[in-house]
C-alpha cells in the first residue's frame, strides 16, 4: 500500500472505527424491515441515425488500426479516399458519425479490444464499418453479424462501403484482387490517396499473403498466398511520397523476403531499384522477413545495407531455439539456419540491429525447448526481442494441440523477459556521436524521436527546427531502449521538400490549379444538390 495511504490507514477494518454505529443499532428504531428487489439496469442501445441520401463531406469518420505496418498503411489508404471523397476524419471518437475499424488476427488481445470496440460502438448508435484480418480470416463470426465489411483486398472500395452502412445497409466487400494474366495481385493500387499517420514516414506494402503455413497462424487465413507488388508501381509510389516531403519509407509485407517469386524478381531487385531514387538524407527500412527466405539473399542483403540511405536493421523472427518446436511450428527452418543469418549479417555489416520474435509455451514446447531457446537468447543478446505467450487462434492446427499449463507458460515467460531486461545494449555508447533522422515524438512527449543508421532510437530535445531533419548528436544519457542525444550542429534538410500537413490527403490536387479535390468534389456534390431540389 502507498505510503500516503498506510499513514491513515493500517488496515482495512480501520476503515470501520469504534465510534461507528453498528449495524444493530443502525435499524434498532425501525419495527419492520422490508425487502426490495434492486431493479437491474439494462442498457439500451441507441438507435443509428440512418441517412437516405449521402452527401459527401457531411459526416465525420474515425479510424481506429489494430497490429502490423501492413495494416497501418490500409488504414492510411482508407483514410485517404474517404477525405478525398469530403468525409471529414476526426481522432475524437465521439465527434464521428462511423467508426472505420481496423483488425489484427495474430493475438486473442488484439481481436478481443475490437470486439469490444465493435460492441461500444453499437451501444452508442454508431455506425461501424470492420476491415483488416479479423473479418477476412472469419467472415461468419457472431459478433461481425449484421456489420458492414470490407476486406483486406478491396480497401480501395471503401467509399461505397461507408455511404451504404450511412444509409442503414449492410454490405461485405471480399474476394482477391487478380492480374491481366489471372495470377493473384498485391491487392489495392498503391497509388490510391493516402492520409499518412506521420507526414514524414511513407508505408510501402510490397506483398501481400506469405508462403508457409504456420501452425500457429492465423494471418495466413486473412492475406491467403503471396501475391506481390510489380516493383514499377512500388518504385513510383516511392518517388511520389519524396516529392510530397516524405524522409523516412518503410518497406512491409507479411515476408518481405518472399518478394517477387511469384512475378519472377526478388528482393533485392527491388531494393537496388530504390536505393535509386532515395534523395539525400533520407533513409529506407525493410520490414520483417523470415529466415529460410533470406538465405538466398545474404550477400546481396548485407551489400544493400551498406547503402547510406538503408539502415542497417532486419527484423528476422525465429520463434523458439528448438529444431522440433520449429517443425512443429512448420517454420521450415532449423536454428542452424537463423544462426548462419545473424552471424553471416553481424559479421559483413558491422553493428548491424537484428530484431527477433520468440513465442513462449507453444503446445509442444518441453523445458528442454525452452531452455534451448533460453540458450540462443543468451548467445546473441538481441537489442529487440518481442517477447509473446502461445495463444491459440480459432482454425490453426495449433488451436487442437494439448496446451503447456498456463502457469507454466507465465514462468517461461517471466524467466525470458527477466533476461531481456538483465542486459543493456547502449550502456557503453556515451560521449559517442552519430547522425540521425528525426522523424516522430516519444510517447511521452517530452522528446522527439531519432533513429541513426542502425536504427537505434535516439530520444533528442522536442525543437521544432529538429523534425524532418538530419543532424549529428552526442550521446549524453543510455538506457535499456534507447539513448538520449545532445546536438552538436545544426539541422539539415533530409528531404526535397516540406512534407505535407497533419492530415492532407497524399497525391491529390487538381491539375492547373490550386483547389484540393476534396473540396472540388464537395463543391460539385453541393451543387448537383441544390439543382435536384429545386428541379
Known sequence: ??????????????????????????????????????????????????????????????????????????????????????????????QAQLWLLNSCTVKNPAEDHFKNEIELGESRGIHVVVAGCVPQGAPRAEYLRGHSVVGVQQIDRIVEVVEETLKGHTVRLFGAKKTIEGRKAGGASLLLPKVRKNPLIEIIPINTGCLNQCTYCKTKHARGELGSYPPEEIVERAIQSFKEGVVEIWLTSEDTGTYGRDIGTSLPELLWKLVDVIPAGCRLRLGMTNPPYIL??????????????????????????????????????????????????????????????????????????????????????????????????????????????????????KALSEFFRSYHPYCSRLGETYEVLVTDVSHDTKYFVAHNEFYEQILVPKNKVLMGKMVTVKIIETSKFSMIGEPVDKPKMAGLVEPLRRGEVSGLKVEGTKIPVPIFVLCVAVLLRVLWIFL
Not at 11 to 18: A, F, K, V
Not at 77 to 91: D, F, I, N, S
Request: include cysteine.
Open 1 to 94: 500500500m502507498p505510503a500516503a495511504f498506510a499513514e491513515i490507514i493500517d488496515d482495512i477494518e480501520d476503515l470501520i472505527s469504534s465510534q461507528d454505529i453498528t449495524p444493530k443499532e443502525r435499524y434498532a428504531s425501525r419495527k419492520n424491515v422490508s425487502i426490495r428487489s434492486k431493479r437491474r439496469e439494462t442498457k439500451e442501445s441507441v438507435e443509428k441515425v440512418v441517412l437516405e441520401s449521402v452527401v459527401p463531406g457531411t459526416q465525420t469518420i474515425y479510424v481506429k488500426t489494430w497490429g502490423c505496418a501492413h495494416n497501418s498503411s490500409d488504414s492510411e489508404y482508407m483514410a485517404g479516399l474517404l477525405a478525398a471523397h469530403g468525409y471529414q476524419l476526426t481522432e475524437d471518437k465521439w
Open 296 to 413: 538466398e539473399h545474404l550477400q546481396q542483403v548485407a551489400s544493400i545495407m551498406h547503402h547510406p540511405r538503408v539502415y542497417k536493421f532486419l527484423h528476422v523472427p525465429v520463434q523458439s531455439g528448438s529444431d522440433q518446436v520449429l517443425a512443429d511450428m512448420k517454420r521450415e527452418y532449423t536454428r542452424a539456419d537463423f544462426e548462419k543469418v545473424v552471424d553471416f549479417l553481424r559479421e559483413k555489416v558491422p553493428g548491424m540491429t537484428i530484431a527477433t520474435d520468440i513465442i513462449c509455451g507453444f503446445p509442444t514446447e518441453t523445458e528442454k525447448d525452452f531452455e534451448d531457446t533460453m540458450a540462443l537468447c543468451k548467445k546473441y543478446r538481441f537489442p529487440s526481442l518481442f517477447i509473446n505467450q502461445f495463444f491459440p487462434r480459432p482454425g490453426t492446427p495449433a488451436a487442437n494441440m494439448q496446451r503447456v499449463p498456463a502457469q507454466e507458460v507465465k514462468k517461461r515467460t
